[in-house]
């Protein structure tokens, strides 16, 4: 209740903010349906075929929609970055509907390419509604809950997943498929009423636009003026190349904030979440349990849904890094009991191991999905829509995204392999032993990013600023020709002292000023006030050095 009204301080300036996350989130929910369909489709399709398929192409139905979002992960770039976010959600929501369309006619003309053209459709759109969803409500958010509102993409692909799974143990696989079909139409007719992010119309040169999308989205009784300055001043900046040039992408402070992301997508991947959502009833089958498997994966769904929407409330008040350290914790130790079992079960026979062990693979899935569900489900893509510099976003986010889907199809396409040649035991423990190197990674590479703006995020990693958001100030070799001695610039003009600092800085006095010594002699320096935008505090101010003679 707390965070509930700690969301909710300022209802005017939230809930339109809620509004466009809700609707921008219905992406990943749409994306939760194409990887739910799975795990009751397949079995039902195995069940209820007309038409000839044999047990390599069922792998492939079920491993083509992450293989294919690579393309559409990609692909989605181009029109965010030219038509907008909000334009691309509306566009691809239709081949999103025509994808299950095609899926269900399948069962009625009795071919499979059919079902293979609508995996492959809806999986494209599985990979651009990832980026997509995820920046427009970034870049819709204020900084104070966009952790919070980020997370419900997160929460909306476990409950399109859990969807899937409630309708797939009712109905075969060809008619879930038609229903799912009409949930990119609520995307699609969502998205019209919705407006556009004001960082894209800002970097469009649309600023009345702009201004009015950001009045809307903070409420019309907020004074938004503070906000717009620092949109515009930041877009300015990274504006002043009209066109990004490839050798951009290799700066650190791009190159840094994609590789802490990939390495985050990879070892979310690799704690076999996946492979988990997509052979769920499969999995359930194998360890010999009494539990129906489709009332298992409801069982799976529901606390999926529920932890996830949960720990969107935390994100904002214990941080990234601490969410994605205790997931993975508990995460490794759900990993360990599930490899546990199916080791007794290899050691004892299945009989005895269901007999004495029966209700650990329940226990454990439950626990894996809850400490899943609490940081890893939601928080690398809070981070993808918040990390990146809003030059490159367009770009690095359908990168970080492509590269999950990359590692999405290797767990899946894999795992049936993986429970061969590693034995399920094996399967498990090996995805333990990723996640034990993710704990490694998050703590060392990965900075705390809760509450900070966009901005400033931006200056963490960048070269040009302090960890604490500040401005550096460059260090100068000592000179060699003045004697171990430095030149300060006063009111009465130059004087030598003696001094190891090659740059210094007063502040007030009648002799405030600055002296440079480099290796061909003493540069005479102005100093200029460099003021952050969001902090009018004259005392807070950097004083920087900028050339004035020699």
Known sequence: MKLLKHVMKNPHKVLPQLGAAAIGSWGFF????????????????NATKNFEIDATEMAWIAAMPPLCALAGALLIGYPMQRYGRRTALIGLSVPFFLGFILMGFTYLVQHKAILFIGRLMSGLMNGAATPASQIYISECSSPRIRGTLSSFTASALALGILVAYIIGAFVDWWILAFILSMFPMILFTGMIFMPETPVWLISHNREDDAKKALQRLRGKRTDIEAEFQRMKENQAKNSQQQQIQPRELLKGSVLKPLGISMGIMFFQQFTGINAMIFYTVSIFKSAGTTLDGRYATIIIGFVQLFATAGSGFLVDRFGRRFLLLSSATIVSCSLAAMGAFFYMQAQWGPALATEKLGWLPLLSLVVFFIAYSGGYSNVPFILMGEMFPSRYRSILGPLSSSFNLCCTFTVVRSFPVMQISMEKYGAFWFFMCCTLLGIVFVYFLLPETKGKTLEDIEKLFSKKYNADGTLKIPEVQPDNYSDGKTASIGSTGIQMKPSRSSLRQQ????????????????????????????????????????????
């Open 507 to 550: 502040k007030g006095g009648q002799n405030g000023g600055a002296a440079l010594e480099n290796g061909n002699g003493i540069t005479t320096l102005a100093i200029n006030p460099i003021v952050d935008s969001e902090d009018e505090d004259e005392e807070d101010e950097s004083l920087v050095a900028a050339p004035g003679g020699h």
């Open 30 to 45: 749409c994306t939760g349906t194409v990887r739910g369909w799975s795990s009751p489709g397949i079995p039902s399709l």
